[in-house]
């Protein structure tokens, strides 16, 4: 069955540094998304992306995010400089139309020491 | 409350009741979707209903919309351990996908 693979499943980082968090989506689907989940809060919408342009952010993601596909497989999303509220387990989810089910893959838990 | 409340937060039952989730939102919606959540996995969809469907069924899962009311509820027939996992409404009310995820609902079922 095909599914949303995401890497790497657990990166620390130094507070300031860059991290690019990696994402592949199923392969016909065409809207591409990323979440975040602070421990123990609910899961809150990042940025969708559709037609190789962001469609929709949210205020979370300011100017120190952003997020690519490089290569039409591979989904990125990169922290320019990683601040300690940043450490959160975040998920990349991909949809065939944008209006039916999206499928989430199993997260990146980022922690910012 | 915020779009994509549920309740009860925590629920803990035996194995074999039943177990049923609400969700209430506040937006006109295309769709709702319920997900499920093992403890910090990835988030695994469950079902989807359309805003024009009343009740959906898949397997032991029963869901309902009430859109006059703006809510939902998920049901889970004959509970199992393996059910225990975080649930969280999501509900999408534009063309791009975008979803808003309630706070879950903590289920425990007990052998």
């Known amino acids: 069955e095909p599914e949303v693979t995401q890497t790497p499943s657990h990166q620390v980082t130094q507070m300031g540094q860059e991290v690019i968090l990696r994402c592949v989506p199923i392969s016909n689907h065409l809207y591409f998304y990323w979440y975040r989940q602070i421990l123990g809060q609910k899961v809150e919408f990042l940025v969708s992306?559709?037609?190789?342009?962001?469609?929709?952010k949210s205020e979370i993601f300011d100017d120190q995010f952003s997020v690519e596909r490089p290569d039409g497989s591979n989904f990125t999303l990169k922290i320019r400089s990683t601040k300690l509220e940043d450490s959160a387990m975040y998920f990349c989810a991909s949809s065939s139309t944008g209006v039916l089910e999206a499928f989430f893959g199993q997260g990146t838990r980022l922690t910012v020491v | 409350s915020q779009q994509g409340e549920e309740d009860p937060q925590a629920l803990s039952i035996q194995e074999g009741e039943n177990a049923t989730m609400n969700c209430s939102y506040k937006t006109s919606i295309n769709n709702l979707q319920w997900y499920r959540q093992n403890s910090g996995r990835g988030l695994v969809h469950l079902i989807l209903?359309?805003?024009?469907?009343r009740e959906k069924h898949s397997g032991r899962l029963r869901v309902t919309l009430d859109t006059s009311k703006k809510s939902s509820s998920l049901l889970i027939t004959a509970s199992r351990a393996a059910d225990t996992a975080s649930y969280f409404c999501a509900t999408d009310a534009d063309q791009g996908g975008k979803l808003i995820f309630g706070q879950g609902t903590e289920l425990s079922v007990k052998p």
């Open positions: 992306f559709y037609n190789n342009e962001i469609s929709e």
């Open positions: 209903i359309r805003s024009n469907e």
